[in-house]
């Protein structure tokens, strides 16, 4: 977060404040989800979040492709540069696809390991299913920030989010055991 700005700029006390607030908005949440009861779900309940979550990492997949492709089609990006990842980088923006998409292959892993083991441990209810909701949110919300104009303070706060949501799956179901 204490990284400069695209434009060489360092975060404002406001843009720290917003951060802030997104993240304290996604604790409450997380928060007024805990009310729920404790009624088990099932393993086609929590099938469907894992659905979701592929069909976001296969949309950004798509863009990577169209957005790579695309650049270099139209001479906006040269295939030296996809030998090397170095030389005759492109603008910005277009690898911005490719680089969600490897978000999407980091932390969510986590996400599909913790789902696949409350399926196999019949240990699933409505709060986790909840939550499970919450985190496939706000990776697509962290997604689209990434992809349409990459605010790093705001795509720093939704990532936030995304991790406690998953940290406290991790917890409920580590302590259910």
Same mark, same amino acid.
């Given at each position: 977060? !204490?990284?400069?700005?695209?434009? *060489?700029?360092?975060?404002? *006390? ?26 088990? @779900? *099932? ?6 979040? %894992? ?23 139209? *001479? ?57 909701? %919450?985190?496939?949110?706000?990776? @697509? ?15 720093? !706060? ?10 406290? %799956? ?8």
């Amino acid at each position: 977060m !204490a990284e400069f700005q695209a434009d *060489g700029r360092r975060p404002s *006390g406001n843009e720290y404040l917003a951060v802030f607030a997104i993240i304290m908005a996604g604790v409450v949440a997380i928060a007024a989800l805990s009310t729920r009861p404790a009624i088990p @779900a *099932g393993p086609a309940d929590i099938v469907s979040p %894992m659905i979701a979550m592929f069909a976001l990492t296969a949309v950004v997949w798509l863009l990577m492709v169209i957005a790579r492709n695309g650049a270099v089609l139209l *001479g906006g990006a040269s295939l030296k540069y996809f030998r090397d990842y170095e030389t005759e980088p492109p603008s910005e923006w277009i690898e911005r696809p490719a680089r969600a998409f490897n978000n999407l292959m980091q932390v969510p892993t986590l996400f599909y390991v913790v789902m696949l083991m409350m399926i196999s441990f019949h240990n699933a209810d409505a709060l986790q299913l909840s939550l499970a909701w %919450m985190y496939v949110a706000s990776r @697509a919300v962290h997604a689209a920030i990434y992809i349409l104009f990459n605010y790093v303070p705001f795509r720093f !706060a939704v990532y936030a989010v995304s991790c406690i949501t998953l940290a406290i %799956m991790w917890a409920r179901f580590a302590l259910s055991l």
